[in-house]
């Protein structure tokens, strides 16, 4: 059997974190595990949802690889996690992270 990709999470727009983190909260059982002022993390039982800024990230779904650099040069998030940017063949936004804790 093959070994599959690990998705990381999946980042949602929002122009005010505070009001859809609350939605979220009301509407199902997850949990906060991120906030500050410019985005969250809110943990499911099997995905995580980030809620970003439409300023600061596009709305995109993150995959864990194993050596990211062979992907590109990535750059490196706030919490220390390495990423890279990219399109797939229909033009969706992906996200290719390094999480060695994950992985």
Same mark, same amino acid.
């Given at each position: 059997?093959?070994?599959?990709?690990?998705?990381?999470?999946?980042?949602?727009?929002?122009?005010?974190?505070?009001?859809?983190?609350?939605?979220?909260?009301?509407?199902?059982?997850?949990?906060?595990?991120?906030?500050? *002022?410019?985005? $969250?993390?809110?943990?499911? /039982?099997? %995905?995580?949802?980030?809620? @970003?800024?439409?300023?600061?990230?596009?709305?995109?779904?993150?995959?864990?690889?194993?050596?990211?650099?062979?992907?590109?040069?990535?750059?490196?998030?706030?919490?220390?996690?390495?990423?890279?940017?990219? *399109?797939?063949? $229909?033009?969706?936004?992906? /996200?290719? %992270?390094?999480?060695?804790? @994950?992985?």
């Amino acid at each position: 059997m093959k070994i599959l990709n690990k998705i990381d999470h999946i980042a949602l727009q929002t122009t005010c974190l505070s009001s859809t983190i609350r939605w979220y909260e009301e509407n199902f059982f997850c949990e906060v595990i991120f906030r500050d *002022k410019n985005w $969250a993390l809110i943990r499911f /039982e099997n %995905i995580n949802i980030a809620l @970003v800024r439409p300023c600061d990230h596009p709305p995109h779904i993150s995959f864990v690889v194993n050596n990211i650099n062979k992907y590109g040069i990535p750059g490196v998030h706030r919490d220390g996690v390495q990423f890279i940017y990219e *399109k797939d063949n $229909a033009g969706n936004v992906i /996200e290719l %992270i390094d999480r060695p804790s @994950v992985n």
